[in-house]
């Protein structure tokens, strides 16, 4: 099992910075994925950013330029720099982390609102 505990969301204004963290604990495997989701209600939950153990990054279209995505193995921990917000970014941003099964963590709201 993995247990995923996130931190960082908030309300912000738009063109600001929030930054969400994720760290697991458990059965960590050395090879993994870890990485941020999004779902807005009434819509499909959506990829934002993975980085793999190797460091390869992907990112949403929506997010390029904008969002930047790191880890620290050491600790098992993700993190998302969230630059120049906009009021579409606004939902909740669930983590996850992947090895031979996807773990979710519970959550957390980010809203970009003046």
């Known amino acids: 099992q993995v247990h995923l505990v996130e931190s960082g969301g908030g309300l912000v204004q738009p063109g600001g910075s929030l930054r969400l963290s994720c760290a697991a604990s458990?059965?960590?495997?050395?090879?993994?994925?870890m990485g941020w989701h999004r779902q807005a209600p009434g819509k499909e939950r959506e990829l934002v950013a993975d980085?793999?153990?190797?460091?390869?990054?992907f990112y949403a279209d929506s997010v390029k330029g904008r969002f930047t995505i790191s880890r620290d193995n050491a600790k098992s921990t993700v993190y998302l720099q969230m630059n120049s917000l906009k009021p579409e970014d606004t939902t909740v941003y669930y983590c996850?982390?992947?090895?031979?099964?996807?773990?979710w963590g519970q959550g957390t709201q980010v809203t970009v609102s003046s």
């Open positions: 980085i793999n153990s190797s460091g390869n990054r």
């Open positions: 458990g059965s960590i495997f050395s090879i993994n994925a």
């Open positions: 996850f982390y992947y090895s031979q099964r996807n773990y």
